[in-house]
């Protein structure tokens, strides 16, 4: 019941010595606010049609080009082959019809080596997911996409299943020391909440904590908070993703939140991946 003294000892030393490890970078702007940990529990949060997955995805595909990471995939909105070619498309910087024959089967290699996908044409509880993702072995991620894909017990309270949930994915990254990034759709009152002036005047803002599904709960659990954003109906810079870093729980290994209502951008480049501040770290 009570945890031994001695188990934190290591890292308070490392405090003391300002020497505590760094979580993982991609090489941009980014790696300032957002920092890959072992053993996280992560929510990402946006508007429906912004393009979370496929940031998402570009993200994973960058942690692994730069670390050979290797993550597990359940998405129950979108197809396996749908996010395989995104990834393809991603990792070569190029449509799919303009691939040779060769450069198709590098990239697959590459992603198959990297990328798994469970099924999700069959509805689970959370504990029957948990139980079948442990006995698929050891993946440095797990991508929930999104939160309300499994089966919630009839009868049950949503508020506490939310925070069932939540406590169960914490504790399920914890004890397999696999880092969890679970997306989460906005609450339908968050797309009105619009910008009153600016360049953006009229267009939905980008959500809060708070505004996620649920409320305020996937806040408190989660390590990071990111928000994805785009401005879809923005004629000059609907191509433009916004990242928004919410929260960083443990400054002290990297990353912090992103001044309010200033993201860090990441430009769109047309099927064929992200710059940010004119980088494409997977080239």
Known sequence: MIINHRHND????????????IGKGIGIELDEYLRFKEASFNIILGHANVGKTYFVLYYLLC?????????LIYSAENTVVGMKRNLIELYLGKKIIELTENE?????????????????????TIE??????????????????????????????????????????RLFAKKTNT?????IH??????????KEGDYEGHPMPPNMADAEGGGKWGNRADDF???????????????THVHVRKVKETETGGKPTPLNQGVL???????????AGINPLK
Request: proline content about 2%; some cysteine; overall charge negative.
């Open 186 to 195: 906005a609450a339908t009152e968050a797309l009105r909440k619009t910008h």
């Open 266 to 276: 990441f430009k769109y480049e047309y099927g064929t991946g992200f710059t940010c």
């Open 10 to 21: 290591e890292f308070l030393e490392l405090l003391r010595r300002n020497e505590v490890p």
């Open 128 to 169: 029957d997911f948990m139980k079948g993702v442990q006995e698929l072995g050891n993946y440095d991620v797990l991508m929930i996409d999104p939160h309300n894909s499994f089966l919630r017990p009839k009868h049950s309270n949503a508020h506490e299943y939310d925070y069932e949930m939540a406590t169960k994915l």
């Open 104 to 124: 198709l089967q590098t990239a697959k290699n590459f992603i198959e080596l990297h990328f798994n996908f469970i099924d999700s044409s069959k509805a689970l």
């Open 63 to 71: 942690l692994s080009v730069k670390h050979d990471l290797k993550h």
């Open 226 to 240: 990111l928000v994805i954003h785009r401005y879809v109906a923005d004629a000059l810079n609907w191509m433009y």
């Open 179 to 183: 880092t969890i990034y679970l997306c």
